[in-house]
């Protein structure tokens, strides 16, 4: 028996990395963490993103093991003044609106810096300051108003989240609640300027291309019934999609709705899940014309869910014929024709 050389193999002194490229660690490989793109992926021609880089290479002038300061007010300046150079005329501030309350961390301040920072890296930056590129303008329509810089965060934190699994447990709860905050601002914002636009074209013109068309939804109640002003004011949000506001508006409508007809909904109110239905139709018409990917499935689930409490009423199940046609058949029915069908 041959007796083993007491000088045992030693590895070769290395250090390990977490900031590789993510398709070396999906596929398990050293990474040489090459900039822009790694020596793996430029021999097997794959994409190469880096997602985290450290903290001491983020800057070339700071000192190893020492950590960086905050984004402060000169940093965003000297960023605002190289984001806003390619804009021609009249070049939108690009200050980063983090918020002003007190109850805000450093740390969270620091989580809203580093979102903003992916989602411009995610973006093509080679044709980021385009004048015709989207992301150029989503991004200064973000730095002027809170929430679509909210929905903008909300964004980058799924993606961050979905691209990385490791990052799964950080950023569920950052994504929803900048979203849920921009949706709330915006909301505001855009309550206002719906409700003059419903005044005015809630107002019956001779012009008015289907001004009362889905009043057959509550035709049949008397003004002092319970509950009627609910329903002629949800149905006349419907009129106005149905009038040609389709597009633009048919996502404020839940938004809108008084809480007392949610609450009908909930009790399963036979003339309230009718405005909804109609709602729904609308909805399928702009899915078909915009072509909605994230609207698939939604309208014809939500109708499986509704059209029994239909059937079980004569008189609603001819109301909402119309409705069923459109998005069961998948049918175009004209406005004229859909009000005959249904009365």
Known sequence: MTSRDPKQATRRPHKKSRYGCKS???RRLKCDESKPTCANCTRNGLSCEYLFLPSNRLTSSAPPGKKLPLPTAAMVTRL????????????????FPTSTSSSVSDA??????RLFQHFVDITDVSQLFSICNVSLWSIQLACRHRSVMDALLGVSAFHLRSSFSSSSSSFPTTSIYVQDEGMRRYLQEEEVSFRLVLQYETSPEPASDHPTVFNFLFDDLSADAPDYKTYALCTKYLNILGGGKIAKYILKFPALVPPRFVELMKEKDVRTMGIVGYFLMLVRRVDKEKKLWWMEGAVENDWAGMKVTFQRDEIWSKRMEWARREIEDGDFVDFAIGKQLSM
């Open 24 to 26: 070396c660690k999906t």
């Open 80 to 95: 605002d003044a190289r984001l806003s150079r390619p804009v021609p005329r009249n070049p939108l501030s690009f200050s």
């Open 108 to 113: 969270d301040q620091l989580l809203e810096f």
